[in-house]
T-cell receptor, first 111, second 114 residues
Framework: SQQGEEDPQALSIQEGENATMNCSYKTSINNLQWYRQNSGRGLVHLILIRSNEREKHSGRLRVTLDTSKKSSSLLITASRAADTASYFCATPGGSNYKLTFGKGTLLTVNP | EADIYQTPRYLVIGTGKKITLECSQTMGHDKMYWYQQDPGMELHLIHYSYGVNSTEKGDLSSESTVSRIRTEHFPLTLESARPSHTSQYLC?????????????FGPGTRLTVL
């Protein structure tokens, strides 16, 4: 069953603008990961945030986690055309190291 | 780029053919995974492995089978392909030490069954 769900499903912005994507999940987690997928390619890990962290930064990425609301957000600042991709949140899928991925947000950054 | 490889990248075959999708990783990871993903949709786990000689079915039922005879190799086989098997198949691996593990993905195989 699906754990994470991203919002919006699609987002189109201009280069230089910030992009914010949200992820909501259903059950308690000890961490949440964000991945990126370029069209027709595999996923690439971006960042992991643990349940005892509220915010984490990596370059132009900022991730927040609100465990009381069971939600996370991914902010990409000063977006570039090369940021065009689908972004997925992933939560631990129960036992055995599985991950459950959401449906993703398709981000289009127009030059 | 992760050291995980999938071949072929694209495959177009006729109904009823037997196919094997190859996946190899050189990172020495114990855990390996196969996902199925339709265009613009979420990933569905169809198989995973904890290590050599260990395979388990995933959350989405699949007619495919897998084997794990060597740590680095996790092939997926369809005995008789059908149009409903048309999809992208993604292979991934992780060290598997705990739930914070990153999964490393191959580039995927896009399968079209006519």
């Amino acid at each position: 069953s699906q754990q994470g769900e991203e919002d919006p499903q699609a987002l189109s912005i201009q280069e230089g603008e910030n992009a914010t994507m949200n992820c909501s999940y259903k059950t308690s987690i000890n961490n949440l990961q964000w991945y990126r997928q370029n069209s027709g390619r595999g996923l690439v890990h971006l960042i992991l945030i643990r349940s005892n962290e509220r915010e984490k930064h990596s370059g132009r990425l900022r991730v927040t986690l609100d465990t009381s609301k069971k939600s996370s957000s991914l902010l990409i600042t000063a977006s570039r055309a090369a940021d065009t991709a689908s972004y997925f949140c992933a939560t631990p899928g129960g036992s055995n190291y599985k991950l459950t991925f959401g449906k993703g947000t398709l981000l289009t950054v127009n030059p | 780029e992760a050291d995980i490889y999938q071949t072929p990248r694209y495959l177009v075959i006729g109904t009823g053919k037997k196919i094997t999708l190859e996946c190899s990783q050189t990172m020495g990871h114990d855990k390996m995974y196969w996902y199925q993903q339709d265009p613009g949709m979420e990933l569905h786990l169809i198989h995973y492995s904890y290590g050599v000689n260990s395979t388990e079915k995933g959350d989405l039922s699949s007619e495919s089978t897998v084997s794990r005879i060597r740590t680095e190799h996790f092939p997926l086989t369809l005995e008789s392909a059908r149009p409903s098997h048309t999809s992208q198949y993604l292979c991934a691996s992780s060290r598997g030490t705990d739930h914070t593990d990153t999964q490393y993905f191959g580039p995927g195989t896009r399968l079209t069954v006519l």
